[in-house]
């Protein structure tokens, strides 16, 4: 992403000739990821109905 050719990926993406860090692509990772996920919109949930 040198030079904002990139503007159009997020940031916090390495560019794409690198091979995505391997902390992510073991299934563990990526199922703790997506149980954080659950956890967060059920808390966001939970945070909007308190704040309306």
């Known amino acids: 992403g ?3 050719r990139s503007t ?3 940031r916090y993406f390495p560019e794409r ?3 995505p860090s391997p ?3 073991t ?3 990526i199922h703790i990821d997506s149980e954080t996920k ?3 919109l059920l808390s966001l949930n939970h ?3 308190v704040l309306r």
């Open 2 to 4: 040198r030079r904002g």
């Open 8 to 10: 159009s990926a997020p």
């Open 17 to 19: 000739q690198y091979p």
């Open 23 to 25: 902390t992510y692509s």
């Open 27 to 29: 299934p563990m990772e």
């Open 38 to 40: 659950l956890k967060l």
């Open 47 to 49: 945070y909007h109905s």
